[in-house]
Each structure stands twice: as structure tokens, then as C-alpha cells.
């Protein structure tokens, strides 16, 4: 039998962790498309919802291919358990929607993925749940914030689009004091780059939508922390309003997870190569890279995370029509609001991913109409930073 305890480096986790072969001893992770499952007698049924024998029951509660997905996550994270669910928001909304209760506080950092923005600041106010926003940055915003009890912090290191790093220590630190769990979105940096868990974060949430799969096919988010909280809190709350993860997009998530190592690698030095290439050119007014040396935080950044990751944010000049001039003029790299693929994306963060939370929070933001937010694929890099070159010979005019 494969021996798939977590003492191997992650390289191997990525590959075996968690996998559970059939009776069939089929190499690859078995996918268990079926949403039922059927007992050898009336009793085996009743022992299995009494809890006195272990027995899958209904795909909506736990599936063989979900759960081999969740394992191989949980070793590579360190954590002692994991969910998985439909979509990266799901996993956001569970873990948030299952702990909090009217009258509680949470504290987020204002830098956070559009939606994730608007359950905080809309959805969570609806049942009575008082929510505050932070500059990420602050710490005396966040140490003056947590100065009451709060329930959840929420917080996202690099953030998107602007690529800030938020002090997960520190954090944490003053959010334990104020009686809160800490929740990072741990999206941008993957579970290969940056560990939350180990700068004291509780729990730990992905859309698997990115860079796990990595190759754009299938939604998928998850779940990490505490055996005790996801089995207690998270777990009858997903159980119960039903937001899980198809096998189907499970099954490709497992085979997104066996080349994620290999894949951030090549994506992590061709971005470092495009944001090395943007910042020497006319034209270019800014670029955001983490472990870059002109990023304003990349002691911080380099101290949290082992490589930058693969998006490179940066600012053109002449706002919206200059961005919207070099984006219309490439040939390679695609418009998306997606990141995390194979292929090149870039995106133009004010009119899209970020048009609803207005102006005035995008000010707040740094989001100005000049700022492109690029996510670095798999292509050849001198055909990426090409393309960029086209495209900034068009922006000039
Ligand atoms: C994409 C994304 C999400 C939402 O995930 P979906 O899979 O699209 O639901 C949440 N947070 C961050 C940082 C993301 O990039």
C-alpha cells in the first residue's frame, strides 16, 4: 500500500496524499461519480446513521474522490481538516456564515476579492452581524479595531488586484486578544508559497478555481483548520445547505494538485521575468511584484511567502483608455477577470472585478483607471513579455 503520511515533502504530497485505491488497485485517484451510496442491510444503514460505523451516505455530506481531494489538501497545508466545496465563495461563505451569529463583530481588511467584499460589507450586515474595514496595512487600524471583542477576522496576503501584504503575526496577535478566529484567503499565494497557519491564522480558505486547478476547467474552493471547528461548526452547516464540491470537479482538482509544484515554479520566474521587463519600460508607471525590491512591503512579503506568486499588477499612464489600448492590442495574452490558468489573463480591475465597489473604495484602494492586473501563464515567456511589448507600442501610439 502506498504510504501517504505527512512526513513526505510537499513535491510527493501533491502526488499521493491522501489517495485511496479501490478494490480494483487502480493507479490513478478513482473518480466515485455517483451521488448515493447503498449498505449491505437495513442495520448496516442504521449503525451508519447512529455513528457507530463509518459509511458514505449521500455525496452532499462526503464522497470517496471529494474526500482522497481534501486529505491530499489537508496534508499539504499542515492542517487537521478540510472541506471541500463548489466554488471559492462558497468556501468563504460557509466558513463565514457558519460561525457568526447576530450581534457579532468582524473585522476584514478592505483589500479583498470583489465578492468576499460584498459578504462582509452587505450580506453579513443583513443578519445582524457588525462589520468593520481596515487599511490591511494599518496596524494601528487593526489593533485599534480589535480593541472591542470580534468574532472573525478576514483578511486576504497579496491582495488583489493591488498585491499588498497584510502582517499575518501581527494580525492574528491582536485578533486572538479580541476573542476572534482569523480567516486568510490564502488565493493568491497558493499552499505552496505561503503557510498561514504557521503565522497563527485558524483557518485557512481557497478557490481551488486558480491555481489548484491551474488549467481553467473546473470551480472548486476549500476549507482548512481545526478538526474540532470544521467538524462541529463547518461541517453541519455544509451538510445542511448543501454546498459541495462535484466529484467530478474533485477528480480534476487531484490531478490539478500533482502538477501545482511544477506549474508555480514556471509561473513564479516568468512573472518575476515580466514584472522585471514592465518596470523598465516608457509608458509604465508602476509595477507591484511581492518579492520585488522596489515593493513597498517586501521585507514583510518575503518573510511570509517563498516566492511572489504569478500575478504582476502594474499602472500605465493615461488611465482607462491607455489600459483599455494596450489590453485591445494583444494577441497572446487574453482579457479575463479569471487568474490562476495556464494561459496569460490580464485584466482591468476599475471596470470589471472591482466596478461595483465604486470609486471612491477603489481610491482607497490604489485602483486607479491606469492599473492592469496580469496573471502570468505557462506560455513562453519572451512570447508573453512580446505580447506586452505589443501592446504598449500600441498604448504610445
Ligand atoms: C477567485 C477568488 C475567490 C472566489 O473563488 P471562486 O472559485 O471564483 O468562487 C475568492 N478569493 C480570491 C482571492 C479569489 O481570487
Avoid at 515533502?9 to 499521493?16: D, N
Amino acid at each position: 500500500m502506498t504510504d501517504t503520511s505527512p512526513q513526505f515533502r510537499p513535491a510527493t504530497l501533491l502526488v499521493h496524499g491522501g489517495q485511496e485505491r479501490s478494490q480494483f488497485g487502480e493507479t490513478s485517484e478513482a473518480l466515485f461519480f455517483t451521488s448515493g451510496f447503498v449498505y449491505d442491510s437495513a442495520d448496516q444503514a442504521e449503525r451508519t446513521f447512529l455513528g457507530t460505523e463509518q459509511h458514505y451516505q449521500y455525496s452532499r455530506f462526503g464522497n470517496p474522490t471529494v474526500r482522497m481531494f481534501e486529505q491530499r489538501l489537508a496534508l499539504l497545508e499542515g492542517a487537521e481538516e478540510c472541506r471541500a466545496t463548489a466554488s471559492g465563495m462558497a468556501a468563504v461563505h460557509a466558513a463565514l456564515l457558519s460561525h457568526l451569529k447576530a450581534g457579532d463583530r468582524i473585522v476584514a481588511a478592505r483589500a479583498l476579492f470583489g465578492s468576499c467584499h460584498w459578504i462582509v460589507s452587505t450580506l453579513l450586515p443583513r443578519y445582524g452581524i457588525e462589520s468593520v474595514f481596515v487599511d490591511g496595512g494599518d496596524l494601528a487600524a487593526w489593533k485599534e479595531a480589535l480593541s472591542k471583542p470580534a468574532a472573525m477576522v478576514l483578511l486576504e496576503t497579496p491582495s488583489n488586484p493591488m498585491l499588498d501584504i497584510v502582517d499575518m503575526k501581527a494580525v492574528c496577535d491582536l485578533a486572538h486578544g479580541a476573542g476572534a478566529l482569523v480567516v486568510v484567503d490564502n488565493v493568491f499565494a497558493t499552499p505552496l508559497l505561503q503557510k498561514p497557519l504557521t503565522f497563527g491564522a485558524d483557518i485557512v480558505v481557497y478557490s481551488c478555481t486558480k491555481h489548484i486547478d491551474g488549467q481553467g476547467r473546473a470551480l472548486g474552493g476549500a476549507v482548512l483548520g481545526p478538526r474540532k471547528w470544521i467538524e462541529d461548526v463547518l461541517q453541519p452547516f455544509i451538510r445542511n445547505t448543501g454546498p459541495a464540491l462535484s466529484p467530478f470537479n474533485a477528480w480534476v482538482l487531484i490531478k490539478g494538485l500533482e502538477t501545482l509544484a511544477l506549474r508555480l515554479e514556471a509561473g513564479c520566474r516568468a512573472a518575476e521575468t515580466v514584472a522585471e521587463f514592465l518596470a523598465g519600460q516608457p509608458g509604465i508607471r508602476r509595477v507591484w511584484y511581492p518579492n520585488r525590491a522596489d515593493h513597498a512591503q517586501r521585507a514583510l512579503a518575503m518573510a511570509q511567502m517563498s516566492r511572489g506568486g504569478t500575478l504582476v499588477t502594474f499602472e500605465v499612464e493615461g488611465g482607462k483608455e491607455a489600459a483599455f489600448r494596450m489590453m485591445n492590442a494583444f494577441r497572446l495574452v487574453a482579457v479575463s477577470n479569471n487568474l490562476g490558468d495556464s494561459k496569460s489573463l490580464a485584466t482591468h480591475p476599475a471596470t470589471t472585478t472591482h466596478m461595483r465597489i465604486g470609486a471612491e473604495e477603489r481610491a482607497k484602494l490604489g485602483i486607479t483607471d491606469g492599473v492592469i492586473r496580469l496573471s502570468v501563464g505557462l506560455e513562453d515567456v519572451a512570447d508573453i513579455t512580446d505580447d506586452l511589448a505589443r501592446g504598449l507600442a500600441a498604448m504610445r501610439g
